[in-house]
């Protein structure tokens, strides 16, 4: 059986996940960093084996070693079984 990983709903982090991917059809992954100054916004750019790439909002930080804290928990999400 497939192992799915689950992104956030951005718009309302405490709902039910939408969107799921098997982490096997992972072919490049891009993290992206945005401030306003006192909030850290992290996306990641995934890019799915016959599907076109597309940013998922992995949430809003108070620093940036946090959301970096975030990425490397979300690489090892995907590259551990």
Known sequence: MPRLI????KHDPSS???I???PEHVVSLIPKFGSNG??????VEIK?????????WLGDYGSR????NVW???LTSITTG
């Open 6 to 9: 689950s992104l956030p709903d």
């Open 16 to 18: 039910p996940r939408r």
């Open 20 to 22: 799921w991917f098997n």
């Open 38 to 43: 006192t909030r850290h916004t992290f996306t």
């Open 48 to 56: 799915l084996t016959g599907i076109p790439a597309m940013d998922a």
């Open 65 to 68: 070693t946090d959301a970096d």
């Open 72 to 74: 490397r928990a979300f």
